[in-house]
């Protein structure tokens, strides 16, 4: 596949599978309304595709939107590709700074420390009680003092603005 061909797939799988879990969110995330064939096909093509072309995507070959369907598409993967989430993980940290969005490798890390029930590093990742409409961060290192300057590293804001958001994100979604 070309470069064209492999931007136009990543693009068309990402919005697919937002699609879907829009559509399964909408639905208070009944099992019935998730769609398991996008998403093993999305699953078993980000894999063959990264695979192939042997290291991430970089920005200045693929562009940004494409560059971040491939992360979504990976952050999507199961707890049984978690070597795989490794190994992206290992690709996109290989990049030059300009070639890959930190702020997706930080949320990549966390969700992969979270999934081995480690404490994460940047914050990202959040558990959600719907029954109780509340959040708050997966455990985190150090204090909020210490995850908030590895944060601006990272290119994130402030925890506390990302929880503030998280909270709006999950009062947005019970509403609708």
Not at 18 to 47: G, L, P, V, Y
Not at 159 to 172: G, M, T
């Amino acid at each position: 596949m070309n470069h064209f061909e492999i931007i136009k797939e990543l693009i068309s799988m990402m919005k697919k599978d937002q699609k879907m879990r829009k559509k399964w969110a909408e639905s208070d995330f009944d099992m019935k309304c998730f769609d398991f064939d996008t998403n093993n096909h999305n699953k078993k093509r980000i894999k063959e595709i990264i695979s192939d072309m042997k290291e991430w995507p970089k920005i200045s070959e693929y562009g940004k939107e494409a560059c971040e369907a491939a992360w979504v598409l990976v952050q999507h993967l199961e707890k049984d590709d978690l070597d795989f989430r490794e190994k992206a993980l290992k690709m996109m940290r290989d990049l030059s700074e300009n070639e890959v969005d930190k702020k997706l490798i930080a949320k990549l890390e966390d969700r992969n420390m979270v999934m081995q029930g480690r404490p994460q590093i940047y914050g990202t990742s959040f558990e959600i009680n719907f029954e109780k409409g509340t959040t708050r961060p997966h455990d985190f290192l150090g204090s909020l003092e210490e995850l908030n300057k590895r944060r601006q590293r990272m290119g994130l804001d402030k925890i506390e603005s990302h929880i503030k958001r998280a909270e709006q994100s999950l009062k947005n979604l019970k509403n609708n």
